[in-house]
């Protein structure tokens, strides 16, 4: 079988799209893309999945008048939010957004009855407010005792196309509550929230075949015959191994977040590891996900909004460029970023407390975001050097982040090392070579990687030098030490 189709799906958008393998080459075709936002209902954030279910079928009714009959589905979609399904396959609620308040002051109401440092030791899983750990400690208790099942985003989305319920482990891994040791759901963590460990469904592997596409889905709305492949199903995990990476490499999955740092075979839930606010997130074939999560795109997605959608990403990517460079900076990591009610004039308040330039035009502001997300990406990445004490030779920019050619430049220039960008597809691209695997079609993650280089761009950005780069280095550490006690 030569048609293996992703579902990858992210806060912003989704698309499908297909693999095809030839003669050592592999190409993509977007066959369906989508938008994705959050709403708001009554002062709450919620996701519409039945238009994510919806629009997943829509996808593979053009694959079918494309003349694809037969295929391998695997899905993806960002971390941490969940669907409770009660005794009869229904929602209990809607879909809670991780952008929503409700968590705002979860992490120190925990705190004080979890040790953080017993939770790291457990599960070596960073805290956030957004974990699913905080999620469902404020959820309602009648809610969570109507679910028979918890299930991840993707999971949910699984079941719905095949009946089959699964959690699948680098998804599951966001939940905060997976014991690095038992490989499990941690016992003590369910305790603490009153959570059964049959409301979770087994744990499944990446490359496990989940089952085929319900025969009612295909005969309602005439799809291809599909066999559900369980691939990476968190899109940060997908997205790592899409990227070519080379020995001594960081990566950053640059997308609505910016996940910075390396694969390894152990994990590092280290006392420094967790002071720092690293994450160890599972991935497949055995490996971890040692990395900082940094506000991403989603800096410069709000500011577009917000101007009205006036100018494409490439547009404020070029205003920027023509404005003065590393005038006025941020801490982008700080929780007022998060999901602010205005983001430009959250960016300069920043800027008026700070005592810097307000950025005003559109350029100053989309400037201000790339200047400050370059030098978060160099503070992270000396963290990163100094917990897994090695040096860092490159770093790997994969998905949309990698098409902003002057945040590459930045980042090249501010970290002083090669920037490799691409391949943008990354995610999808992770989702589909596990598919292959999974079939025999690839060998093995070093032979997907080897043909992910050999078939997509890979644009090289080399260091350049920044005027009074002490000067601007110095104005940021001590902007970002005056907010490291905010960072989320």
Not at 321 to 345: H, T, V
Not at 373 to 391: C, G, H, K, P, Q
Request: hydrophobic share 40%; proline share 3%.
């Amino acid at each position: 079988m030569n048609n293996h189709i992703a579902v990858d799906i992210g806060a912003s958008s989704g698309r499908l799209v297909r693999g095809i393998l030839q003669e050592g080459i592999l190409s993509l075709e977007e066959l369906h893309r989508f938008s994705n936002s959050f709403t708001e209902q009554e002062g709450s954030c919620f996701w519409d999945i039945d238009y994510l279910v919806e629009q997943i079928m829509i996808g593979l009714r053009k694959a079918k008048t494309d003349g694809i009959t037969t295929c391998t589905l695997g899905i993806d979609t960002w971390g941490v939010d969940y669907v409770l399904v009660d005794a009869d396959g229904n929602r209990v609620q809607e879909v809670y957004a991780y952008r929503d308040r409700r968590t705002d002051l979860a992490v120190d109401q925990v705190a004080q009855q979890l040790s953080p440092q017993t939770v790291y030791e457990k599960t070596g899983i960073q805290q956030l407010s957004i974990n699913t750990l905080n999620q469902l400690y404020v959820h309602k208790e009648e809610e969570l005792a109507q679910a028979d099942q918890i299930l991840l985003v993707p999971d949910y989305l699984y079941y719905r196309l095949t009946g089959r319920r699964i959690n699948e482990v680098t998804i599951a891994s966001t939940t905060q509550l997976l014991n690095l040791e038992s490989r499990d759901f941690d016992d003590d963590l369910l305790e603490f929230l009153n959570i059964r460990k049959d409301q979770f469904a087994k744990l499944t592997e990446p490359g496990v075949v989940v089952g085929p596409l319900d025969e009612a889905l295909i005969q309602q709305y005439d799809l291809p015959e599909c066999q559900l492949i369980c691939v990476a199903s968190h899109d940060t995990a997908s997205a790592v191994l899409g990227a070519p990476l080379q020995e001594g490499s960081a990566y950053i999955s640059s997308g609505t977040w910016s996940l910075l740092g390396v694969e390894r075979t152990e994990p590092l839930n280290s006392l420094k590891a967790m002071q720092a606010n690293y994450t160890n997130e599972w991935g497949a074939y055995g490996t971890y996900r040692f990395l900082k999560n940094v506000m991403g795109l989603w800096l410069i997605q709000e500011v577009r909004r917000l101007l009205n959608n006036c100018y494409s990403f490439a547009e404020l990517a070029e205003l920027a460029q023509g404005e003065e460079g590393f005038r006025s900076l941020i801490p982008c990591n700080a929780p007022r970023f998060l999901n602010p009610s205005n983001m430009i004039e959250e960016i300069r308040s920043a800027c008026m407390e700070s005592e810097q330039p307000v950025p005003e035009t559109s350029g100053q502001l989309a400037r201000c975001v790339f200047d400050s997300l370059a030098l978060s990406y160099l503070t992270y990445l000396e963290e990163l050097e100094e917990l897994t004490e090695r040096r860092i030779e490159g770093l790997q920019i994969v998905g949309g982040g990698a098409n902003n050619r002057l945040l590459c430049q930045l980042t090249a220039d501010v970290i002083g090392r090669e920037v490799k960008a691409g391949p943008t597809e990354a995610t999808a691209l992770g989702n589909i070579v596990v598919q292959m695997i999974s079939t025999d079609s690839i060998a093995d993650i070093t032979e997907a990687r080897a043909i992910i280089e050999q078939s997509f761009e890979i644009t090289s950005y080399i260091p350049q030098p920044i005027k009074h780069f002490n000067n601007i280095l110095n104005r940021w550490r001590s902007l970002h030490l005056s907010n490291v006690n905010e960072l989320i």
